[in-house]
């Protein structure tokens, strides 16, 4: 079985910083990309920024140049810096791990981690 825990979600004022983490844990041969994602109320669920292995990384354009993905290979975590929040980056985050388990490569998602952000 494969994990994906998140954590640091929580409540901040606009302009503030949160910085989210995820573990993923488990029998893990590999890990591929990975990503946080979010999903706002009566939103569809919409891709904030991915990591692959070999470091390329990618944003979501109303997030480029506020949030930064990294991740620690040694300790299979990817977290997530978000500086500037505005309201409209309140949502649940979800953590999205690429991985082989026992020879299938597939996606594990964590149970996510709410951002609010309110004065």
């Known amino acids: 079985q494969v994990q994906v825990a998140e954590s640091g979600g929580g409540l901040v004022q606009p302009g503030g910083s949160l910085r989210l983490s995820c573990l993923a844990s488990?029998?893990?041969?590999?890990?591929?990309?990975m990503g946080w994602y979010r999903q706002a109320p009566e939103k569809q669920r919409e891709m904030v920024a991915t990591?692959?292995?070999?470091?390329?990384?990618n944003y979501a354009p109303s997030v480029k140049g506020r949030f930064t993905i990294s991740r620690d290979n040694a300790k299979n975590t990817v977290y997530l810096q978000m500086n500037s929040l505005k309201p409209e980056d309140t949502a649940v985050y979800y953590c999205?791990?690429?991985?082989?388990?026992?020879?299938?490569?597939?996606?594990?998602w964590g149970q996510g981690t709410q951002v609010t952000v309110s004065s």
């Open positions: 990591i692959t292995s070999g470091e390329n990384i």
């Open positions: 488990g029998n893990i041969a590999t890990i591929y990309a």
């Open positions: 999205n791990v690429n991985a082989r388990h026992w020879g299938v490569t597939r996606d594990y």
